[in-house]
């Protein structure tokens, strides 16, 4: 079974600054996707951003940007020019293409906005 | 924009008390999911329906099951409601398809608390 690890329980950040939110996880899988969801305090998840495994090229949606590294099975996501709307709970996730599309998530990041 | 509405946001239920938590989407997907969110676990699946009347087990499914008898509905049924079912539920949905990797949407969540 395929598990997903976020090693950072929270992170903060200085508004405008650069944080990178960590995610690493395990397959046997060569095909799959990944996806960095964003819960804001009113809980409506919502997705940032996402990477097909067969993609070499890392996905990037305005200000936020991943690190696919494949073989090292890790998958970060940046956050350039940090703002105060970006304060939220980040869960990193895992979809198989096989089956149903059940995702599996990591333990989630809360990050901080420091003004 | 695709909306999956779970019908309470908060509710207070006592214990060995029978418990619906309602969803509905308005997209037509085949696919619909309920997770719990506890904090440093993250979303655990419980249930999830890939087609009227078909459903199938998660990851943590006892103590809980589904009904789904029309395509934009899908119940999560705790039958008799215990403590630890105190949680998070986030009911989601998402569309079927040759192509896997389709988004997931997700509702607002509702917080259940078992006294």
């Known amino acids: 079974a395929q598990t997903v690890t976020q090693s950072q329980p929270e992170m903060s950040v200085q508004e405008a600054e650069t944080v990178t939110l960590s995610c690493t996880y395990d397959?046997?899988?060569?095909?799959?996707?990944l996806f960095w969801y964003k819960q804001p305090p009113s809980r409506q998840m919502i997705l940032v951003i996402r990477?097909?495994?067969?993609?070499?090229q890392n996905a990037t949606e305005n200000r936020f940007s991943v690190n696919f590294q494949k073989a090292a099975k890790s998958f970060s996501l940046k956050i350039s020019d940090s703002q105060l709307g970006d304060a939220a709970m980040y869960f990193c996730?895992?979809?198989?293409?096989?089956?149903?599309?059940?995702?599996?998530f990591g333990q989630g990041t809360r990050l901080t906005i420091n003004p | 924009d695709v909306k999956v509405t779970q019908s309470s946001r908060y509710l207070v239920k006592r214990t060995g008390e029978k418990v619906f938590l309602e969803c509905v989407q308005d997209?037509?997907?085949?696919?619909m999911f309920w997770y719990r969110q506890d904090p440093g676990l993250g979303l655990r699946l419980i249930y999830f329906?890939?087609?009227?009347?078909?459903?199938e087990k998660g990851d943590i499914p006892e103590g809980y099951s589904v009904s789904r008898e029309k395509k934009e509905r899908f119940s999560l049924i705790l039958e008799s409601a215990s403590t630890n079912q105190t949680s998070m539920y986030l009911c989601?949905?998402?569309?079927?398809?040759?192509?896997?990797?389709?988004?997931?949407?997700f509702g607002e969540g509702s917080w259940l608390t078992v006294v």
């Open positions: 990477q097909e495994a067969y993609k070499q």
């Open positions: 397959t046997s899988e060569s095909d799959y996707y």
């Open positions: 989601a949905s998402s569309v079927s398809g040759p192509t896997s990797g389709n988004t997931i949407y």
């Open positions: 329906s890939y087609d009227v009347k078909m459903k």
């Open positions: 997209m037509d997907h085949e696919n």
């Open positions: 996730a895992y979809l198989s293409p096989e089956g149903a599309q059940k995702l599996v």
